[in-house]
């Protein structure tokens, strides 16, 4: 059986070690991906450091990729091998992104257009599906096509972003300018406002402030905030965004939910993830992987901007690490099993 390097896990907070593990066969509805680049997300981290998503060791971590199509399974009708793909992987260790071969549901990927390159590609998968989901799922939101009607139809509304210049963040500040709001107002380290505004932005706030400031400052800007996005969603930032939202908003989070509520409040909270199992979520990112080569054409959504890792699978240790120790900002760290 032919092997590729992998990544792995060797156990519950254990050490990562590169190995030999099989080249799996793509079944019924999915393809096999030459893994060329491989996104950490923060994630990552908290899986090793506190058990948690994993089965059994070793394991292979890894949820953002990017490559070519080697090969094509059973009923696959929207990839030929060459294609140039990009793609959410899974904790298993077919489907995880951390090694040279990886499976994907051809369902959940999308052609990589020329002006894109593996690197950008793999920024994506993660911190794109989390706002989609949350805006056009979660919230309900009209999808910025001119098919569905929702190109610039929330024009006017008021969105705070909390943590713009996170992964997540800087897809939320995109995806709201597609929308339509304004004014887009963002949390962030402030040397980040520059990039955030060519993203949409319209105000930046310094996330060093105490969040007792917040509604004070939010106020400035606009009298009413019907809508709020906490990409942090730390217990502190989650009430803050809580207690800035007009009642009757609507709040998303993209971890549980610690608010405190206030009886009579009339705010809905959501939470959100980069989720497809949920039957209305996977309806969604299907649409969404047919879409998102062309808003990448467009530009309508452009790659966060990254750092490439040295050594290889060898270098995506010190990189998780840099993320656990919060000494990344404003980027994303992409690995090349290949190197």
Same mark, same amino acid.
């Given at each position: 059986?032919?092997?590729?390097?992998?990544?792995?896990?060797?156990?519950?907070?254990?050490?990562?070690?590169?190995?030999?593990?099989?080249?799996?066969?793509?079944?019924?509805?999915?393809?096999?991906?030459?893994?060329?680049?491989?996104?950490?997300?923060?994630?990552?981290?908290?899986?090793?450091?506190?058990?948690?998503?994993?089965?059994?060791?070793?394991?292979?971590?890894?949820?953002?990729?990017?490559?070519?199509?080697?090969?094509?399974?059973?009923?696959?009708?929207?990839?030929?091998?060459?294609?140039?793909?990009?793609?959410?992987?899974?904790?298993?260790?077919?489907?995880?992104?951390?090694?040279?071969?990886?499976?994907?549901?051809?369902?959940?990927?999308?052609?990589?257009?020329?002006?894109?390159?593996?690197?950008?590609?793999?920024?994506?998968?993660?911190?794109?599906?989390?706002?989609?989901?949350?805006?056009?799922?979660?919230?309900?939101? +009209?999808?910025?096509?001119?098919?569905?009607? =929702? #190109?610039? !139809?929330?024009?006017?509304?008021?969105? %705070?972003?909390? &943590?713009?210049?996170?992964?997540?963040?800087?897809?939320?500040?995109?995806?709201?300018?597609?929308?339509?709001?304004?004014?887009?107002?963002?949390?962030?380290?402030?040397?980040?406002?520059?990039?955030?505004?060519?993203?949409?932005?319209?105000?930046?706030?310094?996330?060093?402030?105490?969040?007792?400031?917040?509604?004070?400052?939010?106020?400035?800007?606009?009298?009413?905030?019907?809508?709020?996005?906490?990409?942090?969603?730390?217990?502190?930032?989650?009430?803050?965004?809580?207690?800035?939202?007009?009642?009757?908003?609507?709040?998303?989070?993209?971890?549980?939910?610690?608010?405190?509520?206030?009886?009579?409040?009339?705010?809905?909270?959501?939470?959100?993830?980069?989720?497809?199992?949920?039957?209305?979520?996977?309806?969604?990112?299907?649409?969404?992987?047919? +879409?998102?080569?062309?808003?990448?054409?467009? =530009? #309508?959504? !452009?790659?966060?901007?990254?750092?490439? %890792?040295?050594? &290889?699978?060898?270098?995506?240790?010190?990189?998780?690490?840099?993320?656990?120790?919060?000494?990344?900002?404003?980027?994303?760290?992409?690995?090349?099993?290949?190197?």
């Amino acid at each position: 059986m032919a092997t590729q390097k992998s990544l792995l896990l060797q156990g519950p907070q254990g050490a990562f070690v590169v190995g030999d593990q099989p080249i799996p066969e793509p079944g019924p509805g999915e393809i096999l991906v030459k893994v060329y680049a491989a996104a950490l997300n923060p994630v990552d981290w908290k899986v090793r450091k506190y058990n948690i998503f994993l089965s059994s060791y070793p394991a292979i971590l890894g949820l953002d990729g990017a490559g070519d199509v080697v090969k094509v399974g059973e009923g696959v009708s929207n990839f030929v091998p060459g294609d140039k793909v990009f793609f959410p992987g899974v904790y298993d260790n077919k489907g995880a992104t951390w090694q040279q071969y990886a499976l994907a549901d051809a369902e959940f990927a999308a052609k990589i257009p020329s002006n894109i390159s593996y690197d950008q590609a793999a920024t994506l998968p993660t911190g794109l599906t989390t706002p989609y989901n949350g805006f056009y799922q979660g919230w309900g939101l +009209t999808l910025p096509t001119k098919a569905a009607g =929702g #190109l610039g !139809k929330y024009a006017g509304t008021p969105i %705070l972003v909390i &943590g713009g210049s996170s992964a997540v963040g800087q897809f939320t500040i995109q995806l709201a300018k597609a929308s339509g709001f304004s004014p887009i107002i963002t949390t962030s380290s402030l040397k980040h406002t520059d990039h955030l505004k060519s993203f949409g932005a319209t105000h930046v706030l310094d996330r060093h402030n105490p969040l007792s400031t917040l509604a004070s400052e939010v106020a400035k800007i606009t009298p009413a905030l019907p809508y709020v996005f906490d990409a942090i969603a730390l217990p502190d930032t989650q009430q803050a965004a809580y207690d800035v939202l007009s009642d009757g908003g609507k709040l998303a989070i993209v971890l549980t939910n610690s608010i405190k509520t206030k009886e009579g409040d009339e705010k809905v909270v959501h939470q959100v993830q980069a989720m497809r199992t949920v039957p209305e979520q996977k309806k969604l990112l299907v649409e969404g992987y047919n +879409t998102w080569t062309e808003w990448l054409q467009t =530009g #309508l959504i !452009k790659p966060q901007p990254l750092e490439a %890792l040295p050594n &290889g699978l060898n270098g995506i240790a010190d990189g998780l690490q840099r993320l656990e120790d919060d000494k990344i900002s404003g980027i994303k760290l992409v690995a090349h099993p290949w190197d």
